[in-house]
């Protein structure tokens, strides 16, 4: 059995995804979410001693995409929790 892929999120709505987050050294280091779904999100926010390089994680996010950065990692996801998974 496949796992269910959901609808894409709408802008601005917060989301739930699972991954690994990892620092990518680009253009001075960005911290991207890995997600267990094979989407890779840029994060912004979130404590940086619970969000931070290594961690297998659930984060609840909002996209964001009125963003724009220079790492261009993928979306931008707004943490607003994290927690180990």
């Given at each position: 059995m496949s796992p269910q892929i959901p609808p894409p999120a709408k802008d601005g709505e917060v989301i739930s995804v699972t991954g690994l987050v990892?620092?990518?050294e680009l253009e001075g280091g960005c911290t991207v979410l890995r997600a267990d779904s094979g989407t890779t999100?840029?994060?912004?926010?979130?404590?940086?001693?619970?969000?931070?390089p290594g961690a297998t994680l659930r984060i609840q996010g909002r996209l964001r995409s009125d963003i724009m950065t220079i790492c261009q990692m993928g979306p931008v996801l707004e943490v607003v929790?994290?927690?180990?998974?």
């Open positions: 990892e620092r990518v999100y840029q994060l912004m926010g979130g404590d940086p001693k619970v969000v931070k929790t994290a927690q180990p998974s």
